[in-house]
């Protein structure tokens, strides 16, 4: 199984502060990454995909990168409705997995 | 727009069964796989597994193996989950979510979740 090694777990944060989540991943997967963002109690809500691709009605301050094992979520300029947990992803082999999420907080 | 609609709450008790539905609208139900992922309280994201509406063929994860059935309505665009001999520790939110295999196989339409109660 390919594990999925996400950090930081927690993070505290400022409004208009630039966020760096990164995700490690056991073994190569190519660009088969993709980031979620859920709220309490809602449904994850695709991002980013293929590592680097906006989901449709996503704002452009997410952007993702990376590939191979290494990979990155940035958030530019965060706002009052990105506090969430974000949560990568991997599409390459069964059993998919998660990363282990990181919750964004208000400092 | 695609949507999927789960059934609703569920209290069940230790070893008994639950089966939760998935209806999807809005697309054509059998090309896209419906995958069903589990959120244990404050806890993290957890693939169980999935089904090709097209020709039924399922995968599971090995945890779930022998206890988890995914299972399709191809009139009704309706996918089930059924867990089987439920224990505390299945008490969680399920989710369905539909693969987009011409992209990346990522999810990118989830149902609402339903919550899952085990307890005696």
């Known amino acids: 199984d390919i594990q999925m090694t996400q950090s930081p777990s927690s993070l505290s944060v400022s409004l208009g502060d630039r966020v760096t989540i990164t995700c490690r991943t056991s073994?190569?997967?190519?660009?088969?990454l993709n980031w979620y963002q859920q709220k309490l109690g809602k449904a994850p809500k695709l991002l980013i995909y293929a590592a680097s691709n906006l989901q449709t009605g996503v704002p452009s301050r997410f952007s993702g990168g990376g590939s191979g094992t290494d990979f990155t979520l940035t958030i530019t300029s965060l706002q009052p409705e990105d506090i969430a947990t974000y949560y990568c992803h991997q599409s390459y082999s069964t059993p998919l997995t998660f990363g282990g999420g990181t919750r964004l907080e208000i400092k | 727009q695609v949507q999927l609609v789960q059934s609703g709450p569920e209290v069940k008790k230790p070893g008994a069964s639950v089966k939760v539905s998935c209806k999807a609208s809005g697309y054509n139900f059998i090309a896209y796989y419906i995958h069903w992922v589990r959120q244990a309280p404050g806890q993290g994201l957890e693939w169980m597994g999935r089904?090709?509406?097209?020709?039924?063929?399922?995968t599971y994860v090995e945890k779930f193996q022998g206890r988890v059935t995914l299972t399709r309505d191809t009139p009704s665009s309706t996918v089930y989950m059924e867990l089987t001999h439920l224990q505390s520790d299945d008490s969680a939110l399920y989710f369905c979510a539909r693969g987009n295999d011409f992209r990346n196989y990522e999810f990118d339409s989830w149902g609402q979740g339903t919550l899952v109660t085990v307890s005696s």
């Open positions: 089904i090709n509406p097209e020709n039924d063929a399922t």
């Open positions: 073994q190569s997967i190519n660009n088969y």
